[in-house]
DNA sequence: CTGTTAGCGCCTTCAG
DNA sequence: CTGAAGGCGCTAACAG
């Protein structure tokens, strides 16, 4: 692997002038820069990033954590994401952090392998979180809140939208809601909850507590909490699922026993991941602005490494997309 | 940010001491490793990944490029590289090829900022692939065909696959076929396409150019594709969409005419996306073995690491998926 | 414009 | 176990 040395060498310059050509420096005539290049050509070389990251103490790569890099609902978050860095000519990288501590996601936050990060991964420790953030390491945090200036909020407002979701169906008529929740570590799930529970309270419906029951975000989970609720015999009115791919899995137990959706029973669910649309019945659901999510979390990584304030904390609207999984009663 | 000099003068050791009792070398006593380690804990130290990585000139990290992140394809592909590298004790980071020769992608590969890669994507150069490839940094590339014993290629057999797919039309009676083509760069394209022609040949059917329509792999494309099909009358008896998300945009488009499938036209796709089977109706498709191929890719790298000999090729099966989309005529 | 020089933070001898 | 020293490949003053 030739490095700048043999380049400067077999360009007949030193090898300061051979690194300023490189980067384009001005201070270096067109004539050597033409020389130097072509060395550089000729030998292959291709300069060592960790070198030059490790002289510059910045990466300019920010990266994306994701408990799942192959979950669905984060196509759309990448996106924003992705294009926000690019048009700052930064790099961006997604790393998983299964694994937990020993993850690579933990390896990035810890040695500062990039220069700020964006992290939606319930499985990374806050503490973790805390520790890493600091001035020149800014973090944006999807999924919670963390105490500390450089870690900041960006968070769709998930109370609001399981409200709204939740009026719908008792202005629909429903009176007795089940809440399939998702895991009880996860901040969301908490916010969606409270939103649904707000609505109850504001309608005075009582909340039942037979009919809250734990299906982790997964389709399996949907699946398996459903066939729970079908099990105890009567059924909920309608059913609150704390997002798509559980509701997606519900829909499967449903169909298995016979039951129909819409006109047996209601449901709702949360995200509108792109499968929604798709389902059958379509389901009805609560939008996330997921690409606005990234796009401002990206933003405001930006605009802490410029130094710049910035709120401690943003607070996105959802939107109700209605579709077929839901019926007056 | 403390280094590890401030670690070994707060530990009241020789800065080597202190690199190898956090490095866990033998030459050093369990007291001492005890107090460095407190003494880093203290301090907060987190060792620079670059510098490490620098000194080492290994990064134990692998890449793997995608053009498109947010892609409904990878997310098992993701999968099964994932666990793989996972369980040899690297790192995974996923880049995105967008932006070309400017992109995330290109740097990684140009830079050697990880130590092999594996590639499915379309817009990276085939010259920068071959250029890049070296013994101390493999690549697997999924998508094409590569001149450089460093670079090997996985790939699903697309041409079997779309010849089993026109077989099983041509079985159920349909005599005139069209294709709704992917870029005409895409080798996976031309494979599939290929693939089709034979089966046509084997059968005796003509083919006629004008059912040939591209389509980008895009759902888009596929429902503009499709649309002009329809525009020119004289619609054939089944399509073969060169991918699923054109065949999702084709079934839009053909809905939006009151066309009935498959009762007026039967399609077939290629790749069983998540969503072939939520379609309505579900689409029958060739199944790739996604999470296979990412696993096997990822071993590749590890053997070639190695410094193992490996296969320059590996052909990988599909599966034909029989849904709804396909009728006897 | 060019060359010299001093590190970036870490790892690894090697002689005490 | 220590301390010094050399270097990984590159960048960025600072003098010439």
Do not use: W
């Not at 005075?204 to 029951?213: A, N, V």
């Amino acid at each position: 692997m030739a490095t700048i040395k043999d380049v400067a060498k077999r360009a007949g310059v030193a090898l300061s002038t051979a690194s300023y050509a490189l980067n384009g420096s001005s201070k270096v005539s067109g004539a050597t820069i033409e020389k130097v290049m072509r060395a550089a050509r000729e030998l292959n070389y291709q300069k060592n990033g960790f070198a030059s990251d490790l002289k510059r103490t910045k990466t300019n790569t920010i990266a994306l954590i994701l408990s799942d890099m192959s979950g669905p609902y984060f196509s759309e978050l990448i996106k924003g994401v992705q294009e926000v860095t690019a048009s700052n000519q930064y790099d961006l990288i997604a790393c998983s952090s299964v694994g937990g501590s020993r993850s690579t996601a933990t390896k990035f936050l810890r040695e500062k392998r990039v220069d700020g990060a964006i992290i939606l991964a319930n499985n990374i420790q806050t503490q973790l979180i805390e520790e890493s953030a600091r001035e020149d390491f800014p973090i944006v945090v999807l999924d919670r809140e963390v105490q500390n200036p450089y870690a900041i909020h960006v968070e769709v407002n998930n109370r609001q939208g399981a409200f709204e979701a939740t009026e719908h169906l008792i202005e629909k008529g429903h009176r007795s809601l089940g809440y399939v929740s998702g895991p009880m570590d996860s901040h969301d799930n908490e916010e969606r909850f409270t939103g649904f529970s707000d609505a109850l309270e504001h309608y005075d419906i009582p909340f039942q507590s037979r009919l809250k029951i734990s299906g982790d975000f997964t389709r399996e989970g949907g699946y398996r909490a459903t066939k729970m609720l079908i099990a105890q015999q009567n059924l909920p009115d309608a059913i609150f699922y704390a997002n798509d791919e559980m509701a997606v899995g519900g829909l499967q137990a449903f169909k298995e026993k016979g039951i129909q959706v819409p006109a047996d029973i209601s449901i709702v669910g949360f995200d509108d991941i792109q499968l929604a649309e798709y389902v059958n019945p379509p389901l009805t659901t609560v939008r996330q602005p997921k690409y606005e999510a990234g796009a401002l979390a990206v933003h405001m990584i930006f605009q802490m490494l410029a130094g710049e304030k910035v709120e401690k904390s943003f607070n996105l609207s959802t939107e109700l997309v209605e579709r077929s999984s839901v019926k007056m009663k």
